[in-house]
């Protein structure tokens, strides 16, 4: 709460403006019973009808002041909410930008989404009604309770007595109202959970005949939010009828006494219309109150989720800058590089040369390592062990914004955004001309499609455009990694999808660019040309060496080799 309140001051003078028109609504509030006795017992009463109107008139100048103050408020009091709900996505967003994968792995994906939109929508509200009635609940109850001692000190005990009464009940409603909520938006992390894997995985769940059974997966999570958000809502439910009740009875009471002592001539008959009005106002307030708790709940809770993403603890080389940008030649070493997922080790030891412009293979089974190495380089992964120099740097002393502009990476789960064709390869390098482009393009081995499709590079891919085949993205997304012009290309098994032929002319094209290239690839036909193809193990570099020095050397290298050469016959 308290990083809400900082984010609030920026938007002070709203909140300023908005309290201050709040205070006139108030005043207004209390003063209407006072006036009402006032015209009872000196117009009604004495049939004096000058004070009726002079005094009706009145109270309906003030509220026509508490109505305009009102709507005011109501404008200031969205400036305020909206804009500190504007920051707080804007911050947000920013933040997950600069997450690294060790972060990504504390959030699920829906529970980010939530955070940046349901979270901040309810902290939203919250601010609102703050400023709108929160603050004028405590304050009228206090004033109300003043102003009835003014009148009758004997009978305004009571309400003196109840009110506390009322506190403690509410503030335990409170109390478990917020962990009510806090496991509602959990609920609601579930739910979009379900539904993000269903929509991004739907051509599976109907290849697999799954959605009956995902179906199922949707109403159980379904069912839980209803069931957690009934919770909640019965909890105010109840919360609002024992109010009810509770300012009911003290009204009753103070008819009972007011009776009493009218009989006696100690209190007027307006006085006690006003005390009734106030006890009314005051129960009124108090619904208002559990309203307030169950959006005071929501907003509480979905503060401590924001908070926590504004707080996650991110490297601080991300946002450093390290002024000279070092322009790379694509030299790559690794020096007994270490590097474990959380706690469980996965590189070992690891220790080559790549000299720049070369090309490096990088062969293993599933699971032994290969992406873990190569993410290394651009730093989306940290080394736990050893160093790595590019050129003769220390990668940790190059800025690494410089750095990643000069390494692309071609991860192997291809992402291309909505847009052109164009934009997709343009993404990699914004001020890309038209002729870089197409370049790209064409070492990519992708032009000549591009030229096929209806609009050619203005194209329009994803929803309602074209779609690509798993070969053709992965070709878009080598021109997208290529026009940067890097000095270090990292494939990560991203020409699986890629024929012989395709694949053999994308490599030649590479060998006209000045750049070091890593990569990742299944088959040995896809690394023969490297200069060199590392063997990975179990996070070891096992052997290494060319094509022929493999054959010759590695039994595991001639195993795959030959039993590939039998597949392909
Ligand atoms: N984010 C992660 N958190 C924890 N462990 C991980 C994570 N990513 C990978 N691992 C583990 O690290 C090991 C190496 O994974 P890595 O992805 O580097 O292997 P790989 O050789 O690229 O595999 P593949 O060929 O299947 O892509 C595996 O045992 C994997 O389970």
Redesign the pocket.
């Known amino acids: 709460m308290r990083k809400i309140f900082t984010y609030s001051l920026s938007y002070k003078w709203s909140a300023i403006i908005a309290l201050s028109l709040m205070g006139i609504e108030l005043i207004v509030e209390l003063v209407q019973p006072l006036i009402m006795a006032k015209i009872i017992d000196e117009g009604i009463v004495s049939k004096d009808y000058s004070v009726v109107s002079l005094w009706g008139g009145l109270l309906l100048v003030l509220s026509l002041l508490a109505f305009a103050a009102g709507v005011t408020n109501s404008f200031f009091a969205a400036r305020l909410s909206q804009g500190v709900g504007y920051d707080l996505r804007r911050d947000l967003f920013e933040k997950i930008q600069s997450f690294t ?1 060790r972060n990504f ?1 504390s959030y699920s994906t829906p529970g980010l989404i939530t955070r940046i939109t349901n979270d901040v929508v309810q902290i939203q509200n919250l601010l609102f009604m703050f400023v709108r009635i929160a603050l004028r609940a405590p304050l009228f109850i206090l004033f109300a309770l003043v102003m009835a001692f003014t009148i009758d000190a004997k009978l305004a005990l009571i309400l003196v007595v109840s009110v506390p009464l009322f506190l403690v009940f509410l503030s335990f409603i409170l109390t478990k109202g917020v962990k009510l909520f806090k496991s509602v938006q959990q609920k609601v992390d579930g739910v979009n959970t379900v539904i993000r894997e269903n929509l991004t995985g739907i051509r599976l769940i109907k290849g697999f005949n799954r959605g009956q059974y995902e179906e199922e997966r949707f109403t159980s999570v379904n069912d839980d939010l209803m069931t957690q958000n009934k919770r909640a809502l019965w909890l105010m439910e109840v919360a609002m009828p024992v109010v009810m009740l509770g300012v009911n009875l003290i009204i009753l009471v103070i008819l009972w006494l007011g009776a009493e002592r009218l009989a006696a001539n100690t209190i007027q008959p307006g006085e006690v219309v006003a005390l009734v009005n106030y006890a009314t106002r005051i129960m009124f307030t108090f619904s208002i109150f559990t309203f307030l708790i169950m959006v005071f709940s929501r907003g509480n809770a979905s503060a401590n989720r924001i908070t926590d993403i504004l707080e996650e603890e991110t490297p601080s080389y991300l946002k450093e800058q390290h002024g000279e940008k070092h322009e790379l030649k694509g030299e790559v070493r690794f020096q007994d590089v270490s590097f474990s ?2 706690s ?1 080790p ?2 070992d030891s690891i220790t080559f040369k790549a000299e720049a412009g070369e090309t490096i293979g990088i062969l ?12 290394l380089i651009p730093r989306l992964y940290e080394r736990t062990d050893g160093a790595i120099y590019l050129d003769d740097y220390k990668i940790e002393d190059l800025d690494v914004k410089s750095l990643r502009t000069q390494i692309s990476l071609v991860p ?1 789960e291809i992402h291309l955004f909505s847009g052109t064709v164009r934009d997709n390869i343009a993404w990699g390098k914004e001020e890309a001309t038209a002729e870089e482009i197409e370049a790209a393009a064409k070492q990519a081995q992708i032009h000549d499609y591009i030229l096929t499709l209806p609009e050619r590079y203005e194209t329009q891919l994803g929803q309602r455009g074209v779609t690509f085949s798993g070969g053709q993205k992965q070709r878009l997304s080598i021109a997208r990694a290529l026009v940067r012009k890097p000095k270090v290309l990292i494939l ?2 991203s020409t699986s999808a890629l024929d012989a032929h395709t694949e053999s002319r994308l490599m030649e094209a590479l060998k006209g660019q000045s750049c070091t290239v890593f990569m ?1 690839a ?1 088959k040995i036909s896809s690394l023969k040309a490297a200069h060199t193809i590392l063997i ?1 193990h179990k ?1 070891k570099i096992v052997a290494e060496g060319s094509h022929e020095q493999l054959l010759q050397e590695s039994a595991y290298y001639r195993e795959v080799y030959h039993s590939q050469l039998e597949e392909a016959q």
């Open positions: 994968n792995q997922h959380e469980q996965t590189l293993g089974e599933t699971g032994s390592g290969k992406t873990s190495l190569l993410h192997q990560d098994d990742v299944q990975l996070g």
